[in-house]
Structures are given as structure tokens and as C-alpha cells.
């Protein structure tokens, strides 16, 4: 499991290997990601009102993973879109920080304030912004992971 401390290390570089366009979606990131860790991952809706969660992913087998949203019910602001998209980036978060180790594991099994959901969080709150284009890979520095001007981080 990659030590909370890192996270935001680790969102930004994990993006920037793969050399997706700032304004890169989670989808796309998904794709990519699988694609470069020869692994699967799906990406579903479910529609359950009543459900205690906004998402939650799944490890299937060695290399197949499940992620579940919530379906929006009705016109999809720019708010409820936003709140969608950080929901699937705290999700892949949990994947690609290796939360997931076995079989059969699942997001839900964590506790609210344990260590994998804050980093899950962070790892969303790193993805979000990257994407928003505040953060721009191309200043990304490899050699000391870092951005050149270092803004916001
Ligand atoms: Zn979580």
C-alpha cells in the first residue's frame, strides 16, 4: 500500500506517465491506466436510492477490477457532475494506491476515517485538480517529483 504521505506524488505521476492531456477524464485515465498495468477495469452505474455510498469498486480477480457511481436521476449539473467525477477518482484512487490486495476486496470494507479512505480522498482531491488544468504535467519534474513552480503543491 503506497504511505498516505505520497499520494499526491503518486496521482501526478501515474497521469503524467501516461502522458494524458491535462483536461484528461477519469475514464480516459482508466483506460490508459489498465491498459499500461495490463489490467481490467470496469466503470458501472447502479441506481439504488437507499444506498449508504456515492461509489465503490471491487477487486474481481488478479487483474480485473469493478467500479460502481451512482446513476444521477434527473438534470446533471455542473456541481452534481463534478461531485460524479471526484466519486470515480476516489475510486481509482483505491486501485491504482493498491488498496485493493486480494480477491474479492472492496472499498466498503473500510472504515470512514481509515487511512485508505483519507488517501483515497486525497488521491481525488490530487486528481481533480490536475485535471481542472491548475496543474499542468508538462511542469511536471520526474527527477524530484515535484511541479517546476511547484503552484498549489
Ligand atoms: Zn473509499
Not at 483536461?23 to 480516459?28: C, F, H, R, T, Y
Not at 469493478?66 to 456541481?79: D, K, P, V, W
Request: aromatic share 12%.
Amino acid at each position: 500500500m503506497i504511505p498516505p504521505e505520497n499520494v499526491e506524488d503518486v496521482a501526478v505521476r501515474t497521469a503524467s506517465a501516461l502522458k494524458l492531456p491535462a483536461s484528461v477524464k477519469s475514464e480516459m485515465f482508466v483506460r490508459a491506466y489498465a491498459n499500461q498495468q495490463d489490467i481490467r477495469i470496469e466503470i458501472q452505474t447502479f441506481d439504488l436510492e437507499d444506498y449508504d455510498v456515492d461509489g465503490w469498486c471491487v477487486r474481481l480477480g488478479e487483474r480485473t477490477y469493478i467500479i460502481f457511481y451512482r446513476a444521477n436521476q434527473g438534470h446533471l449539473t455542473f456541481s452534481k457532475r463534478q461531485r460524479r467525477e471526484w466519486v470515480k477518482w476516489h475510486e481509482i484512487g483505491h486501485i491504482v494506491l493498491g488498496h485493493l490486495t486480494k480477491v474479492g476486496d472492496t472499498s466498503r470494507m473500510f472504515d470512514p476515517d481509515a487511512p485508505q479512505e483519507q488517501a483515497a480522498n486525497e488521491f481525488a482531491d490530487a486528481m481533480m485538480a490536475y485535471t481542472r488544468g491548475t496543474l499542468r504535467h508538462d511542469e511536471y519534474d520526474e527527477d524530484h517529483m515535484t511541479f517546476r513552480d511547484a503552484r498549489g503543491w
